[in-house]
């Protein structure tokens, strides 16, 4: 599986911002696809995942503010960024799992928030 992110760049804080992230190959056995961030000295983290039947889960920081949708005819999923802080400046990485527990990873798009 390979995933091809866009959408980063640089934002002020309060903005808005969407990643997009477009999956091929073997699609087929994709059942969760998300994206995680890595701020500058810190762990990579998990922002929010969906399923393929739409199930979606969000990490306490981003609830509320983040919203996660999937496309699954056009293996793709979005993430639209509101009320971005400071603290959401990070390289953020689209990411999927499929049904044999394997992980795969896009090239990871920069998000900046700052005035």
């Known amino acids: 599986v390979q995933l091809q992110a866009s959408g980063g760049g640089l934002v002020q804080p309060g903005g808005s911002l969407k990643l997009s992230c477009t999956a091929s190959?073997?699609?087929?056995?994709?059942?969760?696809m998300g994206w995680y961030r890595q701020a500058p000295g810190k762990q990579r983290e998990l922002v929010a995942s969906?399923?393929?039947?739409?199930?979606?889960d969000y990490a306490d920081s981003v609830r509320g503010r983040f919203t996660i949708s999937r496309d699954n005819a056009k293996n793709t999923v979005d993430l639209q960024m509101n009320s971005l802080k400071s603290e959401d400046t990070a390289v953020y990485y689209c990411?999927?799992?499929?049904?044999?527990?394997?992980?795969?990873w896009g090239q990871g798009t920069l998000v900046t928030v700052s005035s």
């Open positions: 990411n999927a799992r499929n049904v044999f527990y394997s992980q795969f």
């Open positions: 190959g073997s699609v087929f056995s994709v059942n969760i």
């Open positions: 969906v399923t393929t039947r739409g199930n979606t």
